[in-house]
């Protein structure tokens, strides 16, 4: 059975640095574009980064100062948050959408095959 699994949340000073972990089991995640999605308090879940066999992408919040990452033969990726600020509080899921070649084509989260249970994060100022 597939499923995803996270770690490595915890709360945090602002300033302060976390990795998030997630492991994949059932399936090999060389074929998926794999992402890691939040949500905070009274707010929707929202898209953080993006990774294919390729290349990243960040949302514009993010950029400089999170780092995505994958390692297929471990079939685990990664998320390094540097820099956090309070307004980074919120769950972090990881997920993994199935398509042609790995290739990252959708950031609506009804297209995405697979979510972790999610981690909490917490900043505080």
């Known amino acids: 059975q597939e499923q995803l699994v996270e770690s490595g949340g915890g709360s945090v000073q602002a300033g302060g640095s976390l990795r998030l972990s997630c492991a994949a089991s059932?399936?090999?995640?060389?074929?998926?574009?794999l992402g890691w999605f939040r949500q905070a308090p009274a707010k929707g879940r929202e898209a953080v980064a993006f990774i294919d066999n390729q290349r990243s992408s960040y949302t514009d919040s993010v950029k400089g100062r999170f780092a995505i990452s994958r390692d297929n033969a471990k079939n685990t990726l990664y998320l390094q948050m540097n820099s956090l600020k309070p307004e980074d509080t919120a769950i972090y899921y990881c997920?993994?959408?199935?398509?042609?070649?790995?290739?990252?084509?959708?950031?609506?989260?009804?297209?995405?095959?697979?979510w972790g249970q999610g981690t909490q994060v917490t900043v505080s100022s």
């Open positions: 997920a993994a959408l199935r398509s042609d070649g790995g290739y990252c084509i959708s950031n609506d989260m009804d297209d995405w095959n697979y």
């Open positions: 059932g399936y090999s995640y060389s074929e998926y574009c």
